[in-house]
């Protein structure tokens, strides 16, 4: 007797609530529910942990982790440069000068951040970008526009486009001719400003001649960016100041995790829905079942033995749809940046860019810890969601109902 409701759990599984259209449209709609759910949940949670993985391994290895700052500019910079690379979780230094400006053609004007580089020491995150698209840093006279910046220009490689920046004293403007000699695309927010030429072009731009302004620091651990400027500080001569990722990017970050955070939950929310749809599901089929449980506790069915055989067919629901919204999850991974590509074809128009959106791609980071913790809370949902109607379907009276069968 006690595989029994087991037993007539599965039976009642198996039949789908063939006796009633209305049950059978019901269940279809719970399990529905759940498969999409869960599906949804999966993908979501995984794109979403793809922006925080890219935040961190791609737009952090193109953004310095510490940029440190000398107000006099660094004369005798191979000597500090040195320096710093002794400090603890230093993992790479490169000098470096920068400065803000306007890039312009006949058609359009734009913003422009200059990097100068040396080709002796370039930051390896953006090496790997130009190395990729067979570039390296330019001779005098050119630079490197990104992409972004290009197609608003309307420019294209061996174009002489016009930079405008201010003078050395800050008294008036200067204008400079440079070629394009390549461009690039990190696939980053960062395109939307960056261009790239020589430390001497815009050391020759800053007045400071073969000085540099200052190092660009890459640590260990990112999240120890600000303790290591810190200790950099201390080390180094005075007239050093620095400022970290998490001034420059640290609220793009927050908003990655929070948004992870909030759409997650939102999401869970409707696996819930769907989960205590299955209320109305096991509701629906104890009152058209109740003259078979009826039938079983006479012949000696106990009322634990019902709540059992309820939770049973609540059971496998929850495993049906689970298990299909998890396949469906893993499959919706492997496509959705096909699918996303496929639209923005056919629609026309690019969903995610980088004048908004911190990259111009879907990244997925499928977790398997996800995938067991939506799985497992699902599941504890749907099983919650059936212990009232299996409460219900065992204090049915045998008597009440079969009073009045001939």
């Known amino acids: 007797m006690r595989s029994l409701p087991v037993a007539i759990g599965l039976r009642y599984f198996a039949s789908g609530g063939r006796g009633s259209l209305l049950v059978s449209f019901i269940s279809t709609l719970a399990i529905s529910g759940l498969i999409l759910g869960v599906g949804l949940l999966i993908v979501v949670l ?138 690039f695309s990190t ?90 749809n299955v209320i109305s599901m096991l509701m629906m089929s104890v009152l058209d079942k109740r003259r078979d449980i009826a039938v079983l506790k006479t012949l000696g069915l106990s009322d634990g033995q019902v709540l059992q055989l309820f939770l049973v067919q609540g059971l496998l629901i929850g495993l049906l749809g689970i298990s299909l919204g998890v396949l469906l999850g893993m499959i919706g991974c492997y496509w959705v940046d096909d699918l996303v590509t496929a639209l923005e074809a056919l629609l026309g128009s690019q969903f995610l860019d980088t004048a908004i959106y911190p990259i111009d791609y879907i990244p997925v980071d499928l977790r398997w810890s996800d995938v067991l913790l939506i799985a497992v809370s699902s599941l504890g949902l749907t099983l919650l969601a059936t212990i009232y109607p299996a409460l219900r379907a065992s204090k049915t009276a045998p008597a009440e109902e079969l009073r009045y069968e001939g």
């Open 187 to 276: 696939n980053t927010e960062i395109d939307q400003l960056l261009v790239i030429t020589s430390l001497e072009q815009v050391g020759q731009i800053l007045g400071i001649g073969s000085a540099v302004q200052g190092f660009r620091v890459q640590v260990e651990n990112q999240f120890n960016a600000r303790s290591v400027g810190h200790r950099l500080i201390d080390v180094l001569p005075s007239g050093y100041g620095f400022r970290d990722w998490f001034q420059t990017h640290g609220n793009l970050y927050q908003a990655i995790r929070l948004s992870r955070n909030l759409v997650g939950l939102l999401i869970f929310l409707i696996v819930g829905i769907a989960a205590f």
């Open 46 to 183: 995984s794109v979403m942990n793809g922006f925080d993985r890219e935040m961190r391994q791609h737009i952090l290895s193109v953004v310095p982790h510490v940029q440190l700052i000398q107000a006099d500019a660094v004369g005798d910079w191979q000597r500090d440069r040195q320096q710093i690379a002794t400090v603890a979780q230093v993992s790479e230094v490169t000098p470096f000068n920068q400065i803000q400006g306007l890039i312009y053609t006949p058609q359009q004007t734009r913003p422009i951040q200059l990097l100068g580089l040396s080709d002796e020491a370039v930051p390896e995150g953006i090496d790997a970008v130009l190395r990729e698209q067979n570039l390296a840093i330019p001779r005098a006279g050119d630079l490197l526009l990104s992409k972004p910046i290009a197609r608003v220009l309307n420019t294209s490689l061996g174009d002489r486009v016009n930079l405008v920046f201010p003078s050395a004293d800050n008294r008036r403007a200067e204008i400079r001719a440079f070629r394009v000699g390549g461009i």
